[in-house]
């Protein structure tokens, strides 16, 4: 495999085609141009072999997911993506799949418009750590902390699809192999929401993005916001697929608490719930109405009208280890 500066030109190094990146790859540091008038958005994640991804998981799909999952982050934030580094630990030499991997990453890259700038590699067990830079226009950064009392709640897309896909993945569900097909799909490859994220800087007092499952998430932006939500559990979409190969029992804790949906979860005032439908409506991405902000601190659910009880948590890192 060479030495650390051989994977990195072998594998990595790959022309810019982006006139905000001063300097790349081979310095100290990454040398960008901010647009004026501009605020600057970062978000990292890391993806731990065994504990993010499966062992046997295509390195294409890995890269894929890498990127994907932090361009979500952006999304949520109304921002532009433009820049990326990537620390990359390796358990030893693989061309094979430093070549298909390296191959997947370009790939989702070049799609959204992200120059990687620079990063580091080290051997030891198979993680990564990506960090995306993206910018908005100053001042209109969409935040966890602005729903308001009589706020509508929506989420874009499908939920628990890519639940669905892991449990496919592990041989926890049984599928025909289209249906299969799909759901992996959802889970190995999620669909950054940026456009969507782009047309709510205008419209939408929070928002989100959907990794550790609604339940979960939402109780965050109620807790930063300092209020509650009524959600209504027949208003959750789910795709003909996930009802297909699940109980409807099942398909709802998915969709629930499931995780890893990589959608959109955001609030909008009454006022704005027409401008919004003819924003989303240009993107082509769906959207759904589940529920309002209401005063209090938790969420209420309810069926058709009817209280539900239900006691539903996301995924916890830490929990897991406990």
């Given at each position: 495999?060479?030495?650390?500066?051989?994977?990195?030109?072998?594998?990595?190094?790959?022309?810019?085609?982006?006139?905000?990146?001063?300097?790349?790859?081979?310095?100290?540091?990454?040398?960008?141009?901010?647009?004026?008038?501009?605020?600057?958005?970062?978000?990292?994640?890391?993806?731990?072999?065994?504990?993010?991804?499966?062992?046997?998981?295509?390195?294409?799909?890995?890269?894929?997911?890498?990127?994907?999952?932090?361009?979500?982050?952006?999304?949520?934030?109304?921002?532009?993506?433009?820049?990326?580094?990537?620390a990359i630990t390796l358990p030893g030499e693989d061309p094979a799949w430093l070549e298909r991997?390296?191959?997947?990453?370009?790939?989702?890259?070049?799609?959204?418009?992200?120059?990687?700038?620079?990063?580091?590699?080290?051997?030891?067990?198979?993680?990564?750590?990506?960090?995306?830079?993206?910018?908005?226009?100053?001042?209109?950064?969409?935040?966890?902390?602005?729903?308001?009392?009589?706020?509508?709640?929506?989420?874009?897309?499908?939920?628990?699809?890519?639940?669905?896909?892991?449990?496919?993945?592990?041989?926890?569900?049984?599928?025909?192999?289209?249906?299969?097909?799909?759901?992996?799909?959802?889970?190995?490859?999620?669909?950054?929401?940026?456009?969507?994220?782009?047309?709510?800087?205008?419209?939408?007092?929070?928002?989100?993005?959907?990794?550790?499952?609604?339940?979960?998430?939402?109780?965050?932006?109620?807790?930063?916001?300092?209020?509650?939500?009524?959600?209504?559990?027949?208003?959750?979409?789910?795709?003909?697929?996930?009802?297909?190969?699940?109980?409807?029992?099942?398909?709802?804790?998915?969709?629930?608490?499931?995780?890893?949906?990589?959608?959109?979860?955001?609030?909008?005032p009454e006022a704005e719930k027409g401008a919004l439908a003819t924003a989303l409506a240009e993107?082509?991405?769906?959207?759904?109405?589940?529920?309002?902000?209401?005063?209090?601190?938790?969420?209420?659910?309810?069926?058709?009208?009817?209280?539900?009880?239900?006691?539903?948590?996301?995924?916890d890192h830490f929990k897991e280890s406990e």
């Amino acid at each position: 495999m060479g030495s650390e500066f051989d994977v990195i030109k072998r594998y990595f190094d790959r022309p810019v085609h982006r006139k905000d990146v001063l300097k790349g790859i081979g310095d100290d540091g990454a040398l960008l141009a901010l647009p004026p008038n501009s605020e600057l958005v970062i978000s990292t994640d890391t993806l731990v072999c065994g504990t993010h991804f499966l062992p046997e998981i295509d390195p294409a799909d890995l890269a894929h997911k890498a990127v994907a999952v932090n361009l979500s982050d952006l999304a949520a934030m109304g921002a532009e993506p433009a820049w990326m580094t990537l620390a990359i630990t390796l358990p030893g030499e693989d061309p094979a799949w430093l070549e298909r991997f390296s191959d997947g990453l370009h790939e989702i890259c070049q799609y959204y418009g992200v120059a990687l700038v620079g990063g580091d590699t080290t051997r030891g067990p198979l993680s990564l750590t990506v960090t995306v830079h993206g910018h908005l226009p100053q001042g209109k950064a969409l935040l966890r902390s602005g729903a308001r009392i009589g706020d509508w709640i929506y989420v874009t897309g499908n939920l628990g699809d890519s639940a669905a896909g892991l449990r496919c993945l592990l041989g926890q569900l049984e599928a025909d192999d289209e249906s299969r097909d799909y759901l992996t799909e959802r889970h190995l490859r999620p669909r950054p929401r940026l456009l969507a994220g782009r047309a709510l800087r205008h419209h939408a007092s929070s928002a989100m993005d959907l990794s550790d499952g609604l339940a979960s998430d939402l109780g965050h932006i109620l807790k930063a916001s300092g209020v509650g939500a009524q959600v209504e559990l027949s208003q959750l979409p789910m795709s003909a697929v996930l009802k297909s190969v699940v109980t409807p029992e099942q398909a709802l804790e998915l969709a629930l608490a499931g995780g890893e949906d990589y959608e959109l979860l955001f609030t909008v005032p009454e006022a704005e719930k027409g401008a919004l439908a003819t924003a989303l409506a240009e993107t082509g991405i769906n959207h759904t109405c589940i529920g309002q902000i209401v005063a209090g601190e938790a969420i209420r659910y309810q069926n058709a009208g009817e209280p539900v009880e239900l006691t539903l948590s996301g995924y916890d890192h830490f929990k897991e280890s406990e």
